[in-house]
């Protein structure tokens, strides 16, 4: 009882936060989205995010992204899904092609918590396998060059850092769906 409370009261304290702003994301580290649990139930919080968990749900990775973890993971704004190529993300949760979403979403997350003070350039592994490449410069942190517009949005079992684009792995072409 007083889990799911402390998961409400988070879930409602980050659309607070969201809401209050301009239009850029605003996502921020709060002790209630820590307490609001897992990586999904964050995400889930916060409406910037609600196309990204359609997208997880569609590829039946809830239940993975709730796991022990932990996970960094790149999460794209519903903008960042507005801005591929029209009709794209329809047929991306169509059933059929499942494997290609589980794909493009798998690279979007890495093994372990990489908080933003510990971010270096240079490649790193994404859980889908091919590598992400991360750049730093005095306009902060590119991933595969998208921006991270925000970072250490803290979960139970891990981190999100929110970019404004959907990153590809090399081998996806979503044109071909």
């Not at 009882?1 to 969201?18: D, E, I, P, Y």
């Not at 996502?27 to 209630?32: D, I, L």
């Amino acid at each position: 009882m007083r889990k799911s409370f402390m998961a409400a009261a988070a879930a409602v304290a980050l659309t607070v936060l969201a809401a209050c702003g301009d239009d850029e994301p605003n996502v921020e580290t709060t002790v209630a989205a820590a307490e609001a649990g897992d990586i999904v139930a964050v995400a889930s919080g916060n409406p910037d995010f609600s196309t990204l968990v359609a997208a997880v749900s569609a590829a039946g990775l809830v239940e993975t992204l709730q796991g022990d973890g932990p996970f960094t993971v790149f999460a794209p704004t519903n903008a960042a899904f507005e801005a591929l190529p029209a009709g794209i993300l329809d047929k991306l949760l169509l059933p059929e092609n499942k494997d290609v979403l589980v794909k493009i979403l798998t690279y979007h997350v890495v093994a372990g918590k990489v908080m933003a003070a510990d971010v270096t350039a240079g490649d790193v592994p994404s859980v889908e396998g091919q590598t992400i490449a991360v750049t730093t410069n005095d306009g902060g942190v590119q991933v595969n060059g998208a921006n991270v517009v925000a970072a250490d949005v803290a979960a139970s079992n891990g981190v999100i850092h929110v970019i404004d684009a959907v990153i590809l792995p090399p081998d996806v072409d979503p044109a071909a769906l």
